[in-house]
């Protein structure tokens, strides 16, 4: 149903804003998981929609106030286990003990993640707009270290060593916000 065409008697039939709203919020978090667990980057976005299509469909079965993130998760896990199945013919594969022991420890420092992640998007935005443009140049899609040197006209010794003290000021203004944070 169109939430659009909805009417007040349906109300019950389409999800509130809070659910639409931690829907969103998690969806990175919820990849990251199902990717800690799946070789490939496609089969984690496939199996993200998979897990998108049942928690939309049983929006009505979530509680607020409880955790929505472990909600999501626990539907995450049941197609994840759908795909194991289909994948069992593969050669290589992991028990299903050591993957749900990384699982937990993604789950567990997703937070962590996403804080750093936080800090690193604030200290790039404190960069100078030189070596902003040069990081994101070198870690577009496709970009490699020699062919931006060859695109700027410089060495590519110059080309790394810029990199490199671009990098160690990212990492100690990440540093310095986590631990004012803590």
Known sequence: MDPASATVGDAAAVPNAEFVQLFTRHQRRLYLYILSQVPHPVAAEEILQ???????????QFQPGTNFLAWCTQIANYEILKYRTRRKRERLQFSDEFLQQVAEEALTRS???ERRRDALIDCIQKLRPRDRELIQRRYAPGESGKHLAEELGRPSN????SLGRIRRALWECIQRRLAVES
Do not use: G, M, T
């Open 158 to 161: 110059s080309v790394y060593q």
């Open 111 to 113: 937070d962590e993640l």
């Open 50 to 60: 998979d897990a998108n299509v049942v928690i939309w469909s049983k929006f009505r």
